[in-house]
């Protein structure tokens, strides 16, 4: 280790600033954050600076730098682009005993800035002892991301409480694994989710009752997108990152899985077509069995729980348990296998809405509402409708929609087998049958299909045009 991180006091502390341009004005924004008192020196000082320094009860003054100007301060820090300034600030201060900074120059440092991740009263530095500072921001903005922005109510919290637990469990151990809890469990999710108060009554009722073994896990109902892994959010890559139990079904991507917990226990819960692996009730009953055990159950299901994902039934049963859950939207399969194939749901010149239709039709008979499907200017985009692509087209076709509307079938969007399969309303499915295009397949109709031979971008999959 070539430098030994810590964290300064510099609560109402003089620190010494030279410089007044734009590197200084940094400087000033972080050491006044961090409650510095600044003695600014430079013959010039861009107002931003000066403002800054004076609304933190900080010292301006207009001059060239002279060591009588460190008597005092804790830490000093030159931002000039004067060699020699800088060379002399760094002697003088190393004479004072007092650590110094000079901007962009380590052999002249005695202490060096990290790249930092703020969530107070967490705070994160990253240092690459000067040799790489892109490299340590990089790291940086990784760990942006993957640290929710709440962190910080959720330490500020924990912190509130942290007497009383003192006071609950008698030793280190005990503490640990309660906090453990809290901190993985549904507090620290209620928190990140913007729910403060109902996270802070979840923990004085798990204060009260706590008693490890028999607490009531909770699941995460989490959209796992549509199969490239890339496309998950954050929140479903933590939620994924932390389950004891995942059940996922035939629609999460071999990619999606290999992101969750090395640990987690996987369930497969089928649900290809007409092949339930596990019964919609069994799934909920699983649901529920491994919840009330105290596990944290992520159930991850393909594109959004919402929709078509018979999300709200699983919720149902689970509210019906007492079982606490939450759900992440996910993206559904239309907007990505449309995105990838280069298909705009909705155009100003061609189509001013967009539905969403699942193609399964109950017994197998037309139930859906032909008229209302064939009205112009708008897209439909059909789930679950590869098997009844030839009814969905005659109905089409019979309640007046133009036999020649462009059809597009996206097969396996988003995956590296992706496939875009384009023709008229009136030949997609024999097409297909030709074809045969594997599932889950989306099948687009409207004049966007148009577009995507212009603005397909993703693989050149396309099956070669039949003859
Ligand atoms: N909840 C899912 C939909 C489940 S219904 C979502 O929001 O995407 C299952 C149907 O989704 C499939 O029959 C298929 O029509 C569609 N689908 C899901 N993933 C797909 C993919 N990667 N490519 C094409 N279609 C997909």
Same mark, same amino acid.
């Given at each position: 280790?070539?430098?030994?991180?810590?964290?300064?006091?510099?609560?109402?502390?003089?620190?010494?600033?030279?410089?007044?341009?734009?590197?200084?004005?940094?400087?000033?924004?972080?050491?006044?954050?961090?409650?510095?008192?600044?003695?600014?020196?430079?013959?010039?000082?861009?107002?931003?600076?000066? #403002?800054?320094?004076?609304?933190?009860?900080?010292?301006?003054?207009?001059?060239?730098?002279?060591?009588?100007?460190?008597?005092?301060?804790?830490?000093?820090?030159?931002?000039?682009?004067?060699?020699?300034?800088?060379?002399?600030?760094?002697?003088?201060?190393?004479?004072?005993?007092?650590?110094?900074?000079?901007?962009?120059?380590?052999?002249?440092?005695?202490?060096?800035?990290?790249?930092?991740?703020?969530?107070?009263?967490?705070?994160?530095?990253?240092?690459?002892?000067?040799?790489?500072?892109?490299?340590?921001?990089?790291?940086?903005?990784?760990?942006?991301?993957?640290?929710?922005?709440?962190?910080?109510?959720?330490?500020?919290?924990?912190?509130?409480?942290?007497?009383?637990?003192?006071?609950?469990?008698?030793?280190?151990?005990?503490?640990?694994?309660?906090?453990?809890?809290?901190?993985?469990?549904?507090?620290?999710?209620?928190?990140?989710?913007?729910?403060?108060?109902?996270?802070?009554?979840?923990?004085?009722?798990?204060?009260?009752?706590?008693?490890?073994?028999?607490?009531?896990?909770?699941?995460?109902?989490?959209?796992?997108?549509?199969?490239?892994?890339?496309?998950?959010?954050?929140?479903?890559?933590?939620?994924?990152?932390?389950?004891?139990?995942?059940?996922?079904?035939?629609?999460?991507?071999?990619?999606?899985?290999?992101?969750?917990?090395?640990?987690?226990?996987?369930?497969?819960?089928?649900?290809?077509?007409?092949?339930?692996?596990?019964?919609?009730?069994?799934?909920?009953?699983?649901?529920?069995?491994?919840?009330?055990?105290?596990?944290?159950?992520?159930?991850?299901?393909?594109?959004?729980?919402?929709?078509?994902?018979?999300?709200?039934?699983?919720?149902?049963?689970?509210?019906?348990?007492?079982?606490?859950? #939450?759900?992440?939207?996910?993206?559904?399969?239309?907007?990505?296998?449309?995105?990838?194939?280069?298909?705009?749901?909705?155009?100003?010149?061609?189509?001013?809405?967009?539905?969403?239709?699942?193609? #399964?039709?109950?017994?197998?008979?037309?139930?859906?509402?032909?008229?209302?499907?064939?009205?112009?200017?708008?897209?439909?985009?059909?789930?679950?409708?590869?098997?009844?692509?030839?009814?969905?087209?005659?109905?089409?076709?019979?309640?007046?929609?133009?036999?020649?509307?462009?059809?597009?079938?996206?097969?396996?969007?988003?995956?590296?087998?992706?496939?875009?399969?384009?023709?008229?309303?009136? #030949?997609?499915?024999?097409?297909?049958?030709?074809?045969?295009?594997?599932?889950?397949?989306?099948?687009?109709?409207?004049?966007?299909?148009?577009?995507?031979?212009?603005?397909?971008?993703?693989?050149?999959?396309?099956?070669?045009?039949?003859?």
């Amino acid at each position: 280790m070539e430098y030994l991180p810590l964290f300064f006091d510099l609560q109402g502390q003089p620190v010494l600033l030279i410089g007044g341009g734009d590197i200084a004005l940094r400087k000033a924004r972080l050491l006044t954050r961090a409650g510095a008192r600044v003695r600014l020196v430079s013959p010039e000082i861009l107002p931003e600076v000066e #403002q800054l320094v004076v609304e933190a009860a900080g010292e301006i003054i207009e001059a060239r730098y002279r060591d009588e100007h460190l008597n005092g301060v804790r830490l000093v820090v030159a931002a000039t682009d004067d060699d020699e300034v800088n060379q002399q600030v760094h002697t003088d201060a190393v004479a004072a005993g007092i650590p110094v900074n000079v901007v962009d120059n380590p052999p002249l440092c005695t202490f060096i800035f990290p790249a930092i991740v703020d969530r107070s009263p967490i705070v994160i530095g990253i240092s690459s002892a000067g040799k790489a500072p892109v490299l340590a921001r990089n790291l940086r903005a990784k760990l942006e991301t993957l640290i929710p922005p709440r962190y910080a109510e959720l330490a500020s919290l924990v912190g509130r409480f942290r007497s009383a637990a003192k006071l609950k469990f008698d030793s280190v151990n005990k503490r640990r694994n309660f906090w453990e809890r809290v901190l993985g469990g549904s507090v620290a999710e209620r928190v990140f989710a913007g729910q403060t108060r109902e996270a802070e009554e979840l923990l004085l009722q798990q204060l009260h009752t706590a008693d490890a073994d028999h607490q009531v896990g909770e699941v995460y109902l989490v959209g796992a997108g549509p199969g490239d892994p890339e496309l998950l959010t954050f929140k479903a890559l933590r939620l994924m990152q932390q389950a004891d139990v995942v059940m996922y079904d035939a629609l999460v991507s071999a990619e999606v899985l290999d992101l969750c917990r090395r640990d987690a226990d996987l369930i497969y819960v089928g649900k290809q077509r007409d092949n339930h692996a596990v019964p919609q009730q069994g799934i909920n009953d699983l649901l529920v069995q491994h919840a009330k055990a105290g596990k944290r159950v992520v159930r991850l299901k393909g594109g959004d729980p919402f929709i078509f994902g018979r999300g709200g039934e699983e919720l149902q049963q689970l509210k019906a348990a007492g079982v606490p859950f #939450q759900v992440v939207p996910g993206i559904t399969a239309a907007s990505a296998c449309s995105t990838y194939a280069g298909i705009p749901l909705t155009h100003r010149e061609y189509s001013q809405s967009v539905k969403f239709i699942t193609g #399964q039709l109950k017994n197998r008979t037309s139930d859906l509402d032909f008229d209302e499907l064939a009205g112009s200017r708008q897209t439909l985009v059909f789930y679950m409708g590869l098997h009844t692509i030839e009814k969905l087209s005659k109905g089409l076709i019979v309640a007046g929609k133009a036999k020649d509307t462009p059809v597009a079938i996206v097969s396996r969007g988003t995956r590296p087998d992706q496939q875009v399969l384009t023709g008229r309303l009136d #030949q997609i499915a024999q097409l297909q049958q030709k074809a045969q295009l594997p599932a889950p397949a989306l099948i687009i109709v409207g004049e966007v299909v148009e577009l995507h031979q212009t603005l397909a971008w993703f693989g050149d999959n396309e099956p070669a045009p039949l003859p």
